[in-house]
T-cell receptor
Framework: AQTVTQSQPEMSVQEAETVTLSCTYD???????LFWYKQPPSRQMILVIR??????QNATENRFSVNFQKAAKSFSLKISDSQLGDAAMYFC????????????FGTGTSLTVIP | GAGVSQTPSNKVTEKGKYVELRCDPI?????LYWYRQSLGQGPEFLIY????????DSGLPNDRFFAVRPEGSVSTLKIQRTERGDSAVYLC???????????FGEGSRLTVL
């Protein structure tokens, strides 16, 4: 089965600074999708950014960008100009094209933003 | 509706009781997922529906858990003879396309005393 590993249970960042959250995954598939989801205390998971494995260009959404290293099976999330509202749990997720429709999630990284 | 709606938001029950959790997906979304999230963990897959049928129920932990989606829209997750270990947040998500992103509800927090 596919596994997704987030090795940083907790991270903190000063407001307006940059932070990088790490994610690695294990797969034998060549075509798949990667996602970062944000879960604030309200519990609702919100999509932050997605990356298709066949695309070499790293995805970017405003202050959020990824560093996708396919050979290393690494998918880190960079948050620039951190804001207080960025404080949340962040989950990395994998969805393969040959593994049905299952999304595999990591255990999450709790991000604290220090004012 | 505008988003995925889950009811109840919180449910407290006693060990051995029967529980139903409801999910109303985004209108038009054909795919519907149920996940279970324990404290400090990521979401754990339970079951996936494409339309009315359960396309993948491999994540259901045992036969006490069952889910239906009779008309291809609203889904109900049913848990019989609840155990304290069933305590968790149950998340529902829906998706429009086969490879699309998941849109989540706010979850139903189940506490079994």
């Amino acid at each position: 089965a596919q596994t997704v590993t987030q090795s940083q249970p907790e991270m903190s960042v000063q407001e307006a600074e940059t932070v990088t959250l790490s994610c690695t995954y294990d797969t034998s598939e060549s075509d798949y999708y990667l996602f970062w989801y944000k879960q604030p205390p309200s519990r609702q998971m919100i999509l932050v950014i997605r990356q298709e494995a066949y695309k070499q260009q790293n995805a970017t959404e405003n202050r959020f960008s990824v560093n996708f290293q396919k050979a290393a099976k690494s998918f880190s999330l960079k948050i620039s100009d951190s804001q207080l509202g960025d404080a949340a749990m962040y989950f990395c997720a994998y969805r393969g094209s040959n593994t049905g429709n299952q999304f595999y999630f990591g255990t999450g990284t709790s991000l604290t933003v220090i004012p | 509706g505008a988003g995925v709606s889950q009811t109840p938001s919180n449910k407290v029950t006693e060990k051995g009781k029967y529980v139903e959790l409801r999910c109303d997906p985004i209108s038009g979304h054909t795919a519907l997922y149920w996940y279970r999230q324990s404290l400090g963990q990521g979401p754990e897959f339970l079951i996936y529906f494409q339309g009315t049928g359960a396309a993948d129920d491999s994540g259901l932990p045992n036969d006490r858990f069952f889910a239906v989606r009779p008309e291809g829209s609203v889904s109900t997750l049913k848990i019989q003879r609840t155990e304290r270990g069933d305590s968790a947040v149950y998340l529902c998500a829906s998706s429009l396309f086969f490879t699309g992103e998941l849109f989540f509800g706010e979850g139903s927090r189940l506490t079994v005393l």
